[in-house]
C-alpha cells in the first residue's frame, strides 16, 4: 500500500512539474517570493502547494525556507529574509506589539489538541495541582505559553507557584527526558517524539478543546508585495487545502517525507487538523481571546491589541469575490 501512496505521489508531482514548466515558459517572468515555513504536520498546505505546483499555476514562483517554529518564522520575517511567514496567531500578536507592523492574510489549518502539556509517568505528576513547585519548559511568547496559561485559568491555578523554564522547540523533548523540567507545553510532533523516545509512559495534563490554535500566513508592513501576488499566494494554498482533504493519505505521506519523519509519527495526530483557508470571524474572536490574556498577564502593557488593525482581508475578500473561494 506505502508503494502505491509513493507511487501515486510521484506521478503527481511529476505531471504537476511538466504542467507548471509550460506555464512558466508562457507567462514569461513571475514574480519571485519566499515564504518561511514552519516544519510541523500544520504546514502541509505549503509543502503541497510547492511540490504539486499550484505555487507555479497561478503564476507565483515561490521558495519555502523551512525554520523551526513560528517564533523563528516570524524573526525571518522581520529581518527581511523572506516575504512571508507562517506562525501561530499568537506569535503575531506579539509581533504586532513590538514592530507594529504585521499583517495576518488568512488561517489554513486549526487544531484543537495540537498542543499538550506532557510530563513523565515516573515523576508521579497526575494533576495540574502537583505541578506547585515543579519547572515547565515553555516556549516564550508562543502558542506553548497561551495553552499553558489557559490550563491554569480553566482550573482556577493562576496563582500556581511554578516555574517556568522558555526553551528553544528542539530542547523541549531532551528536557524533559533528561529530567531538567517537570514538564513541556509543546506542540506535535515533538509530542509523539517524546512518546516515542522516553522509556518510561508520557502523560497528557493538558485538555483537549480548551485552546484552539491556527496557522496563518502572515506578511509585513509597509508592503513591497503586489496585492496580486497576496491573491496568487492564497488561491495556491486553498487549493492545496482542498487536495489534502481529499487526498489525506497521500499528503501524509509527503510531509513525513519533508519532516524527514516516520509517516506513523504525523498520522497519530491528523485527525485534529482541519485544513481550510479562512479569514473570518472565528480567526478574529480567537485572536481577541489572546489579546486579552497577553494583556491580563501583563505580557503586553497597557490595553490589549486591537486585533482588527492587523488582519488583512483583502486578497481573501477578492478571491471569494471572484469565486476562487468556495
Known amino acids: 500500500m506505502k508503494g502505491i501512496i509513493v507511487a501515486v505521489i510521484a506521478t503527481l508531482i511529476c505531471g504537476w512539474s511538466s504542467f507548471s514548466a509550460s506555464r512558466t515558459i508562457q507567462t514569461g517572468h513571475i514574480p519571485k517570493v519566499k515564504i518561511a515555513v514552519s516544519l510541523t504536520p500544520l504546514s502541509t498546505p505549503l509543502f503541497i502547494a510547492e511540490r504539486l505546483g499550484f505555487f507555479v499555476d497561478n503564476d507565483i514562483d515561490v521558495e519555502l525556507i523551512p525554520c523551526e517554529g513560528g517564533v523563528n518564522c516570524a524573526n525571518l520575517l522581520q529581518n527581511n529574509t523572506v516575504d ?17 507592523n504585521i499583517l495576518i492574510l488568512s488561517s489554513f489549518v486549526t487544531s484543537s489538541n495540537d498542543i499538550k502539556l506532557l510530563t513523565l509517568d515516573q515523576l508521579k505528576i497526575n494533576s495540574l495541582q502537583e505541578l506547585s513547585g515543579k519547572k515547565v519548559g515553555i516556549i516564550k511568547s508562543s502558542a506553548s505559553e497561551l495553552y ?17 523554564v522558555y526553551l528553544e522547540p528542539h530542547e523541549m523533548v531532551p528536557a524533559l527526558l533528561s529530567f531538567q523540567v517537570d514538564a513541556i507545553s509543546v506542540w506535535e510532533p515533538y509530542g509523539y517524539k517524546a512518546s516515542l523516545l522516553s522509556t518510561t509512559p508520557v502523560i497528557d495534563l493538558g485538555l483537549k478543546g480548551i485552546y484552539q490554535l491556527s ?14 501576488t497576496d491573491k496568487e499566494i492564497l488561491s495556491a494554498i486553498y487549493q492545496a487545502t482542498q487536495w489534502v482533504e481529499k487526498h489525506p493519505s497521500e499528503s501524509i505521506s509527503l510531509i513525513s517525507n519533508e519532516l524527514g519523519v516516520d509517516p506513523q509519527q504525523v498520522k497519530w495526530a491528523w485527525g485534529d487538523y482541519i485544513f481550510e483557508l479562512t479569514n473570518g470571524y472565528t480567526l478574529l474572536s480567537n485572536l481577541q481571546l489572546q489579546a486579552r490574556w497577553a494583556s491580563e ?30
Open 148 to 164: 499553558f496559561d489557559f490550563l491554569l485559568i480553566s482550573n482556577a491555578l493562576q496563582e500556581l507557584d511554578v516555574e517556568r
Open 84 to 100: 512571508y511567514a507562517t506562525a501561530s496567531g499568537t506569535v503575531a500578536l506579539f509581533n504586532q506589539h513590538q514592530y507594529n
Open 215 to 228: 496557522f496563518n500566513l502572515l506578511a509585513k508592513s509597509p508592503r513591497t508585495i503586489l496585492s496580486s
Open 297 to 326: 498577564r501583563k505580557i503586553i502593557e497597557g490595553e490589549p491589541i486591537d486585533v482588527r488593525s492587523f488582519i488583512d482581508n483583502t486578497a481573501y475578500i477578492d478571491l471569494q469575490t471572484s469565486g476562487v473561494i468556495e
